[in-house]
């Protein structure tokens, strides 16, 4: 156990570490002086380009510079933006909360939807429904999800006037705040929820029907056993490994799908942040929006790994029996 | 018993009218890009007319936009650019890690080690972000999008590749070239690649569908060159207008639906079709 964590915290460095690299080569390979796109258009003290010239120690070698640099990031210092007048580490921070309010609980919603659709995909009986969901699945997975966002704006928000268009809370309302969020949730966080559930339930359905081909079945059968307990006990945690992947692989990639949905509700997090800095050429903030998407990425691939060791007993001593 | 239910989902899908539809479509678009403009005449879609947010009509069955121009104009012309950036881009990234993984099947040990790894960081990149943050600091341009678009999608291509030539390269046939004296370069390329092929050229249709899909977003973001034509765009428009003009966003988002489902369709099926092991 103590190996695979830190054979995972190992391989967790050289992808950080390119994501690094990566935010600082793209600076410098950007049209014109790097001080000016750090900046941007905003107004700065006098001579302040000079000091943070030397700060950032443009003056000197490129190898020495990039070493310069990535003692910056490990320190936690991702730099200053200008146009939202605070540092970057604090203001993604605080936007990340946001995000995680409107993803969490739609990717939640999603894996056990997926789940559901793969677990009634089973049963030969509901051959209707089972095509009905493969179609609905098939949808989600070619939807454009910022598309489904403003054709939900338009029927639900525009013509019906049930839900509220925008943002994460209203600024005057009776509602109390709770539900006040949820009526702000329920548009973007169906569209989340029907995107992710629609690659959860493709994965679930294939490797569900998988895992109910195996001899243990027949034997479960053969011993009486409930359909119930058939499921739960013997289905369900052979088919769990591509499920959880699938729902780890889509937690790390979140940030993504957060962005393209933020937008179009103008929900405050994340997404919503890279969009501006895009077009206030805030250099500074998108290079540390794309290290915390790494950042989740890593995390969550290491999380996915723990819980395949809990999941599955074959993978517990190392990778032999699998 | 598998194996038979198996053979009947490939033939209900192979005739299955989705198949068919998808199929249909992607030809009617293709035709559509490409002689389209000869058949009815090239209509420049900027030409602007005095009906400005006007919704469907006789006219505009699409509407126009803000300055009024026609939206089914857009919507044809657009169709030139997602294809264009779609094949292209899938296109590139299919030779790409089509090489990547061929070679790193082939030659195995240590330098197939090295290339997975680095295929692996290449894999847990966020795709998008990373996308946005390069047209938006490298600026825009449709070669450059494509550029974007296959750098960050290889490495599927590349494992499915890999793959195919661990299990190809162990065959008889292999062997008897080997026998023959054939360099291992034209074995490689002569007797191993072209047996990998069908599952990649499956992958790649479902690799047009995410190129097209990934445009189109960066596209809606503003991200692309504002004086190409695209579906994306239109979209850009139909958010900042979403409560007076609804056909600015449903018919360029129905365009992208379709063509990435139909491509998606495809892929599929033609995935299913070809598996080496059905």
């Known amino acids: ?322 | 018993m598998a194996a038979v239910a198996r053979n009947r989902a490939i033939s209900r899908l192979a005739g299955s009218p989705t198949t068919w539809f998808s199929a249909a479509f992607i030809l009617a678009l293709i035709l559509m890009a490409t002689v389209g403009p000869y058949l009815f005449g090239d209509v420049d879609p900027n030409t602007i007319s005095m009906s400005i947010m006007a919704p469907p009509s006789a006219e505009f069955p699409f509407g126009t936009d803000e300055l009024g121009r026609d939206v089914l104009q857009y919507i044809v012309h657009g169709a030139q650019v997602s294809l264009y950036v779609g094949f292209s881009a899938a296109f590139a990234a299919t030779i790409l890690g089509g090489l990547i993984g061929a070679v790193s099947g082939y030659v195995g040990g240590r330098i197939d080690t090295l290339i997975m790894r680095v295929t692996e960081i290449f894999q847990s990149m966020p795709t998008f972000v990373l996308a946005a943050l390069i047209v938006a600091l490298l600026g825009p341009g449709n070669n450059r999008v494509i550029l974007v678009i296959a750098l960050l999608s290889w490495p599927q291509t590349a494992r499915l590749m890999r793959g195919e030539v661990l299990r190809v390269k162990r065959l008889d046939f292999v062997t008897a070239a080997r026998c023959l004296g054939q360099s291992e370069t034209v074995i490689l390329i002569k007797e191993v690649v072209p047996n990998c092929l069908a599952p990649v050229i499956a992958l790649g249709t479902l690799t047009v569908a995410q190129a097209i899909l990934l445009e189109a977003s960066l596209s809606f973001f503003g991200l692309t060159n504002p004086d190409t034509i695209s579906w994306g765009r239109i979209l850009t428009s139909g958010q900042r207008y979403i409560f007076q003009a609804w056909w600015l966003s449903l018919f360029p988002g129905m365009a992208i639906f379709l063509t990435v489902f139909s491509f998606n369709v495809l892929g599929d099926s033609l995935r299913q079709a070809l598996d080496p092991k059905s």
């Open chain 1, 1 to 322: 156990m103590l190996r695979l964590f830190w054979n995972r915290l190992v391989w967790a460095i050289p992808v950080l570490l390119v994501i690094v690299v990566l935010n600082f080569v793209l600076v410098r390979l950007a049209p014109g002086d790097p001080i000016t796109s750090i900046i941007g258009e905003y107004p700065t003290p006098e001579g302040y380009a000079e000091q943070l010239r030397a700060q950032m120690g443009l003056d000197r070698p490129i190898h020495e510079q990039l070493l310069i640099y990535l003692g910056h990031v490990f320190q936690g210092d991702l730099g200053y933006s200008f146009a939202n007048r605070q540092p970057v580490l604090s203001l993604i921070l605080g936007k990340a909360l946001n995000t995680l309010a409107l993803m969490v609980p739609g990717l939640i919603f999603a894996s056990l939807l997926g789940i559901l659709i793969g677990r009634v995909s089973l049963s030969t009986s509901a051959r209707f429904l089972d095509s009905t969901l493969t179609g609905l699945s098939l949808f989600g997975y070619s939807v454009p999800i910022f598309w489904l966002g403003q054709v939900l704006i338009i029927l639900f928000a525009v013509e019906l006037q049930w839900l509220p268009a925008q943002g994460m809370f209203a600024l005057q309302t009776d509602l109390p705040p709770f539900l006040d969020y949820l009526a702000h949730w329920a548009m973007p966080g169906f569209a989340v929820t029907i995107f992710y559930a629609a690659i959860v339930a493709r994965v679930a359905r294939a490797s569900l029907k998988e895992a109910v081909t195996g001899d243990y079945i027949v034997t479960a059968l053969a011993k009486g056993t409930s359909q119930r307990r058939l499921f739960w006990r013997h289905v369900l945690p052979n088919g769990l490994v591509p499920i959880v992947s699938v729902i780890g692989y889509n937690f790390g990639l979140a940030l993504t799908g957060a962005i393209l949905v933020e937008s179009v509700f103008a929900w405050p997090g994340l997404g919503a942040l890279f969009m501006a800095s895009i077009i206030a050429r805030d250099y500074p903030t998108l290079q540390g929006i794309f290290l915390l998407a790494g950042a989740a990425v890593v995390v969550s691939n290491f999380v996915t790994d723990v819980v395949y060791e809990i999941i599955d007993p074959r993978m517990r001593n190392g990778s032999r029996g699998a």
